[in-house]
């Protein structure tokens, strides 16, 4: 069936350190996907995007890769900071005419001082 | 920084009591949605919305939830009798558009616990 699911339930990484969370989608009709950073008590925060015909992107200390033959996308947060820690999400969304978002299971992202 | 709110944060009901969870969408956006995430697990789809009807729901969706948009700032979900394992966090969420690129803001969700 389609899904959406995370390799690594928690990822523990000191302070400065690069931290990379890695999705792998099932869907291949999917063609455009989205990280989002949920911090306890919050809702889902948009962190970056990337459409299927884009294989990266770069915004602000974090980069998304997007790798269609294998279906797998990465999220790569560099200089990791304690306010980082978050739980994130990879959610995928099969484009224009459809509106749902069908996300990951979520990577806790641990970041110690 | 414009954001989607939802009130109450959180809210506490008896199984079979009818309960409505509000949301106030950023206010150029055109479509809404509602998720909800069960402790511990991942956000679900319920139901979106776009020009006053449902324009995709999930299995999830059945006869006991609708939504509204009843004036030209509110979308509300309701649960008309609420189970024990509808207790979960409901997001909503808006967008400006369906089209490639379809960013979707949430709020900051409520807590629902049915007793």
């Known amino acids: 069936g389609e899904s959406v699911g995370l390799h690594l339930p928690t990822l523990s990484v000191q302070e400065g350190d690069n931290s990379i969370i890695n999705c792998a989608y099932s869907?291949?009709?999917?063609?455009?996907f989205i990280w989002y950073k949920q911090e306890s008590g919050k809702g889902p925060q948009f962190i970056i995007d990337?459409?299927?015909?884009?294989d990266k992107r770069q915004g602000q200390r974090v980069t998304v890769l997007l790798n269609k033959t294998v279906k797998h996308l990465s999220l790569q947060i560099a200089a990791t900071q304690p306010g980082d820690s978050a739980v994130y999400f990879c959610?995928?969304?099969?484009?224009?005419?459809?509106?749902?978002?069908?996300f990951g299971k979520g990577t806790m992202l641990l970041v110690s001082p | 920084e414009p954001e989607v709110t939802q009130t109450p944060s959180h809210q506490v009901t008896q199984m079979g009591q009818e309960v409505i969870l509000r949301c106030v969408p950023i206010?150029?956006?055109?479509?809404f949605y509602w998720y909800r995430q069960i402790l511990g697990q991942k956000v679900e789809f319920l139901v979106s919305?776009?020009?006053?009807?449902?324009?995709?729901k999930s299995e999830i969706f059945d006869d006991q939830f609708s939504v509204e948009r009843p004036d030209g700032s509110n979308f509300t979900l309701k649960i008309r009798s609420t189970k024990l394992e509808d207790s979960a966090m409901y997001f909503c969420?808006?967008?400006?558009?369906?089209?490639?690129?379809?960013?979707?803001?949430f709020g900051a969700g409520t807590r629902l616990s049915v007793l």
């Open positions: 869907n291949s009709a999917s063609d455009y």
């Open positions: 206010s150029n956006h055109l479509y």
């Open positions: 990337i459409r299927s015909n884009m």
């Open positions: 959610a995928e969304n099969r484009g224009s005419g459809y509106s749902t978002l069908t």
């Open positions: 969420a808006s967008s400006e558009a369906l089209r490639e690129g379809n960013i979707q803001y």
């Open positions: 919305f776009y020009n006053n009807e449902i324009s995709e």
